[in-house]
């Protein structure tokens, strides 16, 4: 078989059972290609892991329609080997065939506990690596070397100078790799036992991105420096204190080797890197280097713009993509808005043609992207989260181990990747301290607060809340009722309508000495939103002038100074929209937002989309069975055809990709 995905999908022929009972204690059938192909299969999955949740999702969806006449193929996903699925309910086991899934009949000769912590989606380089090598049976250590080089094109014992170490960790973070924490130490380890690289801090710069990129920051002057100077580097022998180094190691790296050169532009282009201002910049920017030289701030920010339409044109995700590659491409993406909306009037109208295309070209990818994939990422792994109901299963994770952890959950009400950019240049410039761990998550479609936002607060799909769907006044209880369920024994602080200098309040809130965890929902920027006439160029001038009053930094600072590790997110986002006329509806929709109607069923939205053709009708993943969303047009909004506003509902990268960000202070 070709890969490790046909030898499970091959179970799944439909119309064999209308239930199928599945052990699967890895986690295999989360995965994206296999949920894509059960799915493709006419499959619909739902994991055992709530015995409540479940049987409500159950018998609302299924056994009611199995009762009417109805046949579906349906996949109950038990996360535990076959021996317990013998505890399912007995209704189930009646009515339901077998199968189990697991690494070890999947990968017989390698060590489990190394395959197991491989993120699902290396599983396709390893297959292929184990029908081509054909190894014996491994123990931990020869499948950990087995898996760096297979898997990840690292070979420890070919490193052996600074260029080579510095190739291999950029491909790695500028790939945003996810490598186990135990293929890292075997790495590091091996690297110290050849005597070689002993005075780099290769436990920070190897497994943390962040630490990587800040490194190779901090010395990036000291490298200009030496251009400067002589022409080309040299060893350094001045005095490292003068360049306030922060990590130990050597002062001066190879940048301009042509292993490690090949990246530099691009790290930035994209923001991983900041240009720098230099003495001999005149002579400097007619080089290689010059892209990192800061000059003229507006030839800065147009040659970078320029730069960045040009190369991610090419990185669209292709249909069978990852949802963590739209991720990547989301933050390259917002990094064009913000640098359009500096530029403001100082955009060439070449420039202006090239974005528009690149929008053109972007939205049919992601669209067809989304209705292929999007079904399946609510049933992801909580950890990375891929959408926004995951969040809290991650921080019960992270504060599980230990009475004195603490976690703060801080919603942006609105806010969407480009404004998150601004607002983190901000906060970089007043706390320089702070570092950011930045990600993204998938808000829920449609893209409306009281669908989204409830989703990230109750940790569930929202056909879980069926009854406050409309409305946000349940949160508060659903965000104690999750923290409940997790055992937690004291109080869940929750707070919103937070943002405009209302820091007492929110300390009064964190007085009380049993608090553990805190979500709190600031509005200000969605209040920004709806208030806005200016389009998405007022948005980010508003933004950046409410977050230089300080409020959230204030806030960041009280949480940390408490010992909360915070995590940053947004419900949804916003993106520019023209009218395109008002459906003329009367009483008979249930939401009526500018991007979005909500229907209670299929003729009344079906009756509204002959006069809107291309609206979008979007089908009821996650969502109650009397939910049905019309989702207007790319750019468009449900408001008079002369009208522009800044508005969320629909799908686009703006709206539906949202950051999460862990934000924390950097070691002294």
């Known amino acids: 078989m070709d890969s490790w995905r046909d030898r499970i999908l091959k179970e799944f022929t439909p119309q064999v059972a209308r239930l199928t009972l599945a052990a699967d204690p890895d986690g295999l059938l989360l995965e994206e290609g296999i949920l894509h192909g059960i799915r493709e299969r006419g499959f619909e999955l739902i994991p055992f892991e709530d015995h409540v949740a479940f049987r409500y999702a159950y018998e609302s969806k299924f056994r009611s329609r199995w009762d009417h ?45 190394v395959v197991d912590a491989l993120d699902r989606g290396n599983l396709d380089a390893l297959f292929r690596a184990q029908i081509r090598h054909t190894p014996g049976n491994m123990g931990d250590n020869a499948t950990k070397e087995f898996a760096l080089r297979h898997v990840f094109e690292i070979a420890p014992e070919l490193i052996k100078q600074p260029s080579d170490l510095l190739r291999v960790l950029l491909r790695r973070h500028y790939r945003d790799q996810r490598i186990p924490a135990a293929l890292d130490q075997h790495f590091i380890q091996v690297l110290r036992q050849n005597g070689r690289f002993e005075e780099w801090p290769l436990d920070k710069i190897i497994p943390d991105r962040e630490a990587f990129f800040a490194f190779l920051q901090e010395r990036w002057p000291v490298f200009l420096d030496h251009v400067a100077a002589q022409g080309q580097p040299k060893t350094m022998s001045e005095d490292k204190s003068a360049y306030g180094l922060q990590y130990s190691g050597p002062s001066d790296l190879p940048f301009d080797h042509d292993d490690v050169r090949v990246y530099m532009d691009n790290l930035f282009i994209e923001g991983l890197l900041h240009s720098v201002s230099h003495d001999n910049a005149g002579d400097l920017t007619s080089t290689w280097i010059g892209f990192g030289i800061r000059t003229d701030p507006a030839k800065d920010r147009q040659r970078r713009l320029d730069r960045l339409i040009k190369a991610i044109r090419g990185t669209i995700p292709t249909r069978d993509a990852r949802h963590t590659e739209w991720f990547r491409f989301g933050y390259a993406y917002a990094e064009i808005s913000v640098l359009e909306h500096e530029l403001g009037s100082g955009l060439s109208s070449d420039a202006k043609e090239r974005i528009a295309s690149l929008r053109l070209s972007v939205y049919p990818a992601f669209l067809t992207w989304v209705q292929d994939r999007f079904a399946g990422l609510h049933n992801q792994p909580p950890v990375p ?3 926004i109901h995951h969040i809290p299963r991650m921080l019960a994770r992270k504060i599980s181990d230990s009475r004195e952890k603490k976690a703060a959950f801080l919603l942006l009400d609105g806010l969407a990747l480009d404004q998150w950019i601004v607002l983190r240049d901000i906060l970089q410039s007043q706390r320089q301290n702070l570092r950011f761990r930045e990600s993204a998550v998938f808000a829920w479609i449609p893209t409306i607060t009281s669908v989204s936002r409830q989703a990230a607060f109750a940790g569930k799909p929202p056909i879980y809340f069926p009854a406050s769907i409309n409305t946000t006044n349940k949160e508060q209880s659903l965000w104690t009722r999750f923290w409940a369920d997790q055992g937690m024994t004291g109080p869940a602080a929750y707070a919103r309508r937070l943002g405009d200098g209302d820091i007492k309040k929110v300390g009064d809130i964190l007085s009380h000495p049993k608090i553990r965890v805190a979500g709190l929902v600031i509005n200000k920027v969605d209040k920004i939103m709806h208030g806005m006439e200016l389009g998405a160029a007022g948005m980010h001038n508003q933004v950046r002038q409410w977050a230089m009053q300080g409020f959230l930094s204030d806030l960041i600072d009280i949480l940390l100074d408490q010992g909360f590790q915070i995590f940053l997110t947004s419900d949804h986002g916003n993106i520019e929209a023209k009218g395109c006329g008002r459906p003329a509806e009367g009483a008979v929709a249930d939401i009526r937002g500018e991007r979005v109607r909500v229907y209670s069923d299929d003729l009344l939205r079906a009756a509204v989309k002959e006069r ?21 047009p790319y750019q468009k909004a449900f408001i008079r055809d002369s009208e522009t506003i800044v508005a969320h509902g629909g799908i686009s990268i703006e709206e539906l990709i949202v950051p999460l960000v862990q934000i924390e202070r950097r070691e002294a």
Not at 86 to 110: E, K, V
């Open 385 to 387: 989260p891929a959408m």
């Open 612 to 632: 809107f053709p291309d609206a979008i009708e979007w089908p009821s993943f996650g969502l109650p069975d009397d939910y049905r969303a019309l989702l207007a």
């Open 69 to 113: 006449g109805e046949y579906t193929d349906l996949v109950v996903v038990l996360r535990a080997p076959s021996s317990r699925l013998d505890y399912l309910p007995y209704d189930l086991l009646q009515a339901g065939r077998r199968l189990s899934f697991n690494l070890g009949d999947l990968f017989p000769n390698l060590s489990y506990p």
